[in-house]
């Protein structure tokens, strides 16, 4: 390195066990500074901006290296959780029991929604199981940044490992609501079916979905967090349109609306709520209406004394309300690719700015 | 003469951060809502300009102290050149990611000491093996002992900054950022954390310390950065003089050196 000349005013940097630089008569406002421009010099020594925000591509490789972290961060989230609680981890089993033990009160003995329903029990408490899942993911993501400041402030990590830490929290969550729902759709007295193993496939998707969805939310609630106040009031009124506690085509003030009924149908929560369903409820696999063939002569004089106010429900039968146990998965899996494709993007362009200010 | 390699090239950064909430928020709901009708911004998003200008270059194997009064931008510098703050302007070069390890960086408040090692050891890119063989040695070198297994809130202040440097310092970094997270040691762990700040400069790193005891500025760093307002007043590789300019500019003791030194 040649000894850099000395502008006046300004004082150079030297190295260890170079002679002593030429202490300044007046303060110097640009000290340790060499001649050469400073970008220059970086680019020289291979150095780069600090807060750049790597490829989309270069960004996946981090987060794969930090799944190890992602893991431990969940596991570890989760076994504080309930520390401070009595009861402890029994609360684990005990929420979702109690959730369902609420909702079957109201809907199942108060309001009596279930009309066109073989077993309504284990129907409504699938509902809730699965959708509480999409429900806690979307609340938690939105707080995310915001809860973790601490951590995003003092080390240096892809910050998508945090939503997908919590998000994981709740899948844990979900897979132990699943071993009670599994208990009651047995005690219920469902068969055990091959269809069972689709479960997993419509979780995974469903996983896909809140982690996408999830991360487009922990970027609108890292920088407005009036969001994160708004998104419990939006996830229930969410709920009350996915079918949770009804089913969605026996709504007799869907009837007349096949294109409401069919678009509530097609929406991501209830598509994952009824493939769950259609895999484990084989009751309600064989005799909802619209599971007989469409006939559209049959539906047409259906719907006309529909009108007239005269429902005739065997003959409803023939009209597909119903969106088709295929047409689900082929929306379930649109969901998801969606969600998580432009979730991916969404979180990955703001990466440099989360835990500012 | 060795090519000095520089680590960390700041160039005329500037930082600007937003803060909320700072004053106005004591408005009512009714206020809030006329302020949304409107169309006004909050005037509680207030915009602090922390950083105005800095430049300098650090080397390889160099620790170079941060001195300048409270809310003169020395966090917020560090924090810059660890990447968590966006330059509004101008630029940081840092080869890789600098770590930043801060007093306040409480970590996982509610986990044990014991998980807060693993996850952050993890998080800063370590494989899970490494965490395994680095455990022992962390534990120890933080000296919590049995605390290790109760949660972080529970620690006490001194503690706490040792178990995080512990964890900061197990690996290797290019560039480690300290802020004030020896302050609260006490004398056996300074001694231990400046023998290990040493061996991270001879490791070929860069090591930046902000501090407000000078006399740990001037045992631990071979160069100073004085900062004012945002600004550089003097930086150089004279510490004592810079120190003693610093000490009679806010008014403070002179460093009595020949006590320190025995």
Request: glycine share 8%.
């Amino acid at each position: 390195m040649s000894e850099p000349t000395r502008v006046k005013g300004a004082r150079t940097l030297s190295g260890p066990g170079e002679a002593p630089i030429v202490p300044a008569p007046s303060p110097a406002p640009q000290g340790l500074l060499p001649d050469e421009p400073l970008a220059a010099l970086a680019d020289r020594y291979g150095l780069t901006p600090s807060a750049a925000r790597p490829g989309p591509w270069t960004y996946l490789k981090q987060l794969w290296q930090r799944r190890h972290f992602v893991l431990a961060f969940a596991t570890a989230r989760n076994i504080a959780m309930y520390s401070e609680a009595r009861l402890g981890q029994v609360w684990q089993i005990l929420t979702p029991l109690l959730n369902a033990a609420v909702y079957f009160l109201i809907f199942g003995v108060i309001l009596d929604t279930k009309r066109g329903v073989p077993n309504f029990i284990a129907f409504l408490v699938t509902g809730i199981f699965i959708f509480n899942f999409t429900q806690r993911s979307f609340i938690i993501a939105s707080r995310v940044i915001n809860d973790t400041l601490q951590l995003i402030r003092a080390l240096h990590f892809p910050r998508a490992c945090l939503p997908l830490g919590y998000i994981i929290i709740e899948l844990q969550q979900m897979l132990i609501s699943m071993v009670v729902l599994i208990v009651i759709v047995l005690a219920t007295g469902e068969p055990i079916t091959w269809y069972w193993l689709l479960v997993v496939p419509v979780i995974a998707l469903q996983t896909l979905f809140n982690v996408g969805v999830g991360f487009i939310l922990a970027r609108i609630g890292a920088g407005v967090e009036d969001v994160s106040q708004l998104i419990p009031f939006i996830v229930r009124t969410w709920m009350y349109a996915s079918g949770v506690m009804f089913f969605i085509p026996a709504l007799a003030t869907l009837y007349l609306h096949k294109k409401i009924s069919y678009l509530l149908q097609i929406n991501p929560a209830a598509v994952y709520i009824e493939l769950v369903r259609n895999s484990l409820l084989t009751s309600l696999r064989h005799t909802v209406s619209g599971y007989r063939p469409y006939n559209r002569q049959l539906c047409g004089t259906a719907l006309h004394q529909q009108a007239k106010g005269v429902p005739h429900p065997a003959l409803l039968d023939t009209c597909h309300f119903v969106v088709s146990n295929s047409s689900l998965w082929v929306y379930g899996v649109g969901w998801a690719v969606l969600a998580i494709v432009i979730g991916y993007f969404v979180f990955w362009q703001a990466e440099v700015t989360y835990g500012r200010g | 003469m060795a090519a000095a390699e520089p680590l960390v090239v700041v160039d005329n950064l500037h930082i600007v951060y937003r803060v909320f909430g700072s004053r106005a928020d004591r408005g009512t709901a009714a206020t809030a809502f006329l302020r949304m009708l409107r169309r006004q911004h909050r005037p509680s998003v207030r915009e602090v300009h922390a950083i105005r200008g800095v430049s300098f270059v650090a080397n390889r194997g160099d620790a170079v102290g941060v001195i300048g009064r409270n809310g003169s931008g020395k966090t917020t510098l560090l924090r810059a050149i660890a990447g968590l703050l966006p330059p509004e302007s101008g630029a940081v070069y840092t080869t890789g990611h600098a770590s930043l390890l801060g007093v306040n960086a409480a970590l996982l408040d509610d986990l044990t000491g014991e998980r807060n090692v693993v996850v952050c050891g993890l998080a800063m890119g370590m494989t899970p093996r490494e965490v395994k063989e680095r455990y022992q040695s962390i534990v120890d070198f933080s000296g919590v002992g049995d605390f290790i297994n109760l949660p972080m809130n529970a620690y006490s202040t001194g503690m706490g900054s040792r178990l995080r440097f512990a964890i900061a310092s197990a690996r290797s970094h290019d560039v480690l950022l300290i802020d004030e997270a020896l302050v609260t040691g006490d004398a056996e762990f300074r001694v231990k954390s400046r023998q290990r700040i040493e061996e991270l400069r001879a490791e070929a790193g860069t090591v930046f310390v902000v501090a407000h005891s000078m006399a740990q500025i001037e045992e631990t760093c071979n160069r100073v950065i004085w900062l004012e307002k945002g600004k550089i007043v003097q930086a150089g590789d004279d510490v004592p003089g810079i120190i003693d300019a610093y000490l009679a500019a806010t008014g403070g003791q002179p460093l009595n050196r020949a006590a320190a030194k025995t």
